[in-house]
């Protein structure tokens, strides 16, 4: 791949990634008590329950996770660029890794949380992009009324915990993309 496809797919995905991080903000807040209950934004939502098919709060909070997911998950997936298949190098997580080593105190040290980083993967891979039969939990139920079905939905929140280290590895990957882009615009001009 040459240097301008280069620094064009860093720069989708930093714009992938941007949009990642507002949407891990949202979801925090949406997802944190409020110590002042009178000046909590999500009280009215939470007040205006039309069944329960209509939870509100949930109905956002898996909006919210589901669009964290994908937009995490697109630079690490092959996508179409006019010379083929585009990726993320690997190289980038063996950068990252001697930048989290920091032998020199005045060096990078960004955080990066590989266990968050598998988990939301397994999310798209599993649950949001793709129902995998192996995520959902079935219960067949015979009687002499009928037989009834009834499966358990495999959708997970993310704990505050993991958003916050997802919210921190976006950061951290932004800034290793744009030092990346930086050099392939170097490599350009040159």
């Keep these: ?12 995905a930093d714009f992938d990634l941007m949009w990642c991080q507002r949407y ?10 409020s110590e002042n209950p009178e000046s909590d934004p999500w009280l009215n939502l939470r007040s205006r329950e039309f069944g329960r098919d209509h939870n509100f709060l949930d109905i956002l909070g898996r909006s919210l996770v589901t ?6 998950s ?10 083929g298949r585009l990726r993320l190098p690997n190289k980038l997580f063996s950068d990252m890794a ?3 080593k920091r032998e020199d105190p005045e060096d990078r040290l960004l955080p990066f949380d590989h266990d968050v980083h598998k988990k939301v993967l397994g999310l798209r891979d599993k649950i949001v992009a793709h129902s ?12 002499r ?5 009834t499966l358990k939905d495999p959708f997970t929140y993310l704990t505050l915990e993991a958003a916050r280290q997802l919210l921190a590895n976006t950061q951290s990957l932004r800034s290793e993309m744009n030092e990346y882009r930086r ?3 170097a490599l350009c001009k040159a």
Excluded at 1 to 12: H, S
Excluded at 67 to 72: G, L, Q
Excluded at 74 to 83: E, F, I, L, T, Y
Excluded at 132 to 143: G, R
């Design 145 to 149: 009324l009928g037989t009834e079905t």
């Design 74 to 83: 697109r630079p690490w997936s092959n996508n179409r660029g006019p010379a």
């Design 183 to 185: 050099k392939a615009l």
């Design 132 to 143: 995998d039969h192996s995520e959902w939990s079935f219960e067949i139920a015979s009687s």
């Design 1 to 12: 791949m040459d240097v301008d496809e280069q620094a064009k797919q860093y720069a989708i």
């Design 98 to 100: 001697q930048l989290l």
């Design 24 to 33: 891990l903000v949202a979801y925090i807040e949406l997802m944190t008590l």
């Design 67 to 72: 669009a964290v997911v994908i937009s995490y």
